[in-house]
């Protein structure tokens, strides 16, 4: 009896402990949950095994599988940070919020290091579900592929993306247009920010960005551009260099480059790094490029050279509050415009080009990391000299530019997910010499902007809205100007966009985007009265001009597979108003220049294009980007001017991780829309090629890269060339890219 007592009892007290023991577990339990998640290659979406995934400040970490996916048990319940490393990839660091990640699979893209500067990426407030990370990836030049497609100019090195075209007078001053859609409703940004100077204004005229020293490129879309400019239907080209540093490495990053090519006898040099000194971060940037005369399949193009000098400096103080930092960027250019064609010098004209540009910027976390204000100023001193052959000045521009913003970004607010508002300003004091008869001028734009995003599910909405209010003073009123009335001008502009984003399937995604699009008409566009040197143009503004404003609509379908991923876009976009400088047909017997006249018309532009990536066979992809445009008058659907054809690239290529080449063609068909006096172009078929090797050196990562351009040194002409008449673009090329970082 005794025996059986002791024994009930025992058993009770493991009863006891074994009811202790799973209410303990349960309770540690509900202090854990698992992260799950996959990593992937930015380049090109394949998963990445074997990276480190840990919780920062803990020794809690896991790797990933052979397909990318991590599970990470965290034992904690605020918001925290995790970081993501792969000896062949950037380190990068995720904000995670507790509340909203909980239940979601993260998605994290690592860029190989190749290419980026920066080994660390941080998102403060980035969105981790899949619609976010295809809207972000889908329009990203950057890896392997920026560094095959970098080239002399901005627009050049861009001129294959789906939807864009380069507008040039000669190699140097080239830029980037976007479905037909030039001058400055196509923003340039660096690091988020305005760049200045006149290439919007004039084809002559040069964007003063060195694309071999950034990180990536980015074509920027959708509503979210309104948070930087009023034109919705045109895009953001963003060059992202991070010049003032926004995160302290553990140890100096260096980036040593160099390129040559024979079509131009062209060669560059560049170096580059990061110096952390805690809570200090420094970066410096400086490189050099000369190119000679352009050689063409009909001969050489004369006064085509150029040479620039690009250096900046940044210093960052990185704490927990965020980041404060300051740069200084000095960015010299000399070119030549050839001549050689009715209206232009016969020898040509040379352009110098002097940019001075200081840039602070700081980040204040506010509550949390996912809230923060950003504030950002730019001082720019641009000055432009245009001479004649004999080395008189024709024509000269200064302008000094002050650029404001402040903005705040925010997570849960109301029913929106997250969000920016915020106000900016600018102000130009725009002051003009030589042969030149457009007034100088002041201007001042003060703009306030709101983005929001809600995620229903599948769904994904977007919206913003951006007021602007302009004021453009010429210094000297001319109320009996030959052009109109050249007075002061005010403008108050409201653009809206909206967009959605709707998930079918894993793999498949739709969406449709409507807009408002204003844009505020240029100081050339309304007061010049005269020629412009360079230009090779009698230019003749309207001062009458009102802002040019239009609806625009675009539907678009994404498939992500693992074999295959494409987009395709079609757009409409209804102007009231579309500003055009047009060829009159008319001569200016003074100066024997074609005079062209700015005119505010009812305007459509319609079209699609897209984009495919096919996994044929074991590491064998077979590519393709296309565009078309067609703009057409309202009033009798008489074609625009300068309306890019019909175009796009095609190819095959072999990836694997060491190694990449590639055969394809560059495309286009004939362009017979055309406006009156203009004149059209033949299709053509231009084949290139390509090899790129990685290779390693102890802890250096080095790329190389040679490309073959225009293998059969066809003759063939951009439709929006300015100089097509003369001679065709260039010729056979070999260009050899290589960069060395540690």
Known sequence: MQEYFIEYHLLFLKVIFLSLFITFSSLADADTFILDGIVLNAENSEPISNAAVQL??????????????????????????????????QE????????????????????????NLSTVVVSEHRSTSLIEEIRDYSNILRGRELQRNLSQTLASTLKNESGLSVRSMGPAPSRPVYRGLGQDRILISEDGMKTVDLSATSPDHAVTIEPFTSDRIEVLRG??????????????????????????????????????????????????????????????ELSRRNTSDLSTPDGLL?????????????????????????????????????????GAHPNGVKIDITKKQIHFDSNIKFLNDSNYFKLSYKNIYYRHKEFEFSGRIGSEFRILTNLANIEYNHTKLFNFDEGIFGISLEHRDFEIGGFVFTPPTKSLNISAYIFEEINFGKANLNFAARYSFDDIKPKVEKPDSKIG????????????????????????????????????????????????????????????????????????????????NFNLNVFYNNFESFIIPRNSGEINYQTFLPIFKTFGVAALLYGFDGSFNWNLYDGYYLSSSFTYTKGEFRENHNSLPQIPPFKGTTGIQYKADDLQFGLGF???????????????????????????????IDESVNSVTLNVDNIFNKSYRNHLSRIKSILPEAGFNIRLIYKLMI
């Open 223 to 284: 509503p979210k551009i309104l948070t930087q400019t009023s034109s919705t239907v045109g895009g953001i080209v963003n060059v992202s260099r991070n010049e003032i540093p926004q995160q302290i490495h553990n140890t100096y990053h260096l980036t040593v480059g160099g390129y040559a090519e024979t079509v131009n006898k062209g060669y560059l040099g560049a170096i580059q790094s990061e110096i952390p000194i805690n809570p200090l971060a420094i970066r410096f």
């Open 485 to 564: 009335s050249i007075r002061r001008k005010t403008f108050n502009n409201l653009s809206l966009s909206v967009s959605i984003l709707y998930q079918l399937s894993d793999i498949l995604f739709i969406g449709s985007n409507i807009s408002r699009s204003t844009r505020v008409p240029t100081i050339e566009e309304l007061f010049s009265e005269g020629p412009h040197l360079a230009a090779y143009s009698y230019e003749v503004g309207n001062p009458d001009l009102g802002s040019e404003s239009g609806i625009g609509t675009e539907v678009f379908v994404y498939h992500k597979f693992e074999k295959l």
């Open 302 to 342: 004369k006064n085509s050279s150029s040479k620039n000098l690009n250096s900046s400096l940044g210093l960052s103080y990185i704490n927990d509050f965020g980041y404060s930092g300051v740069a200084y960027r000095l960015y010299d250019l000399s070119y030549g415009i050839p001549g050689g064609f009715i």
């Open 92 to 115: 990068k660091l995720l904000d995670i919020k507790f509340q909203n990640e909980l239940n979601k699979k993260l998605i994290v893209y690592l860029i190989p290091k190749i290419i």
């Open 666 to 696: 560059d495309w286009a068909f004939k362009q017979n829309n055309i406006d009156i006096f203009e004149q059209s172009t033949a299709g053509y078929i231009i084949f290139n090629s390509f090899i790129q090797y990685l290779f390693y």
């Open 56 to 89: 920062v400040g803990t020794n809690i970490y896991t790797t990933t599988k052979s397909d990318g996916t991590f599970s990470l048990q965290i034992s904690i319940q605020s918001n925290f940070r995790i970081k993501i490393t792969h000896l062949a990839y």
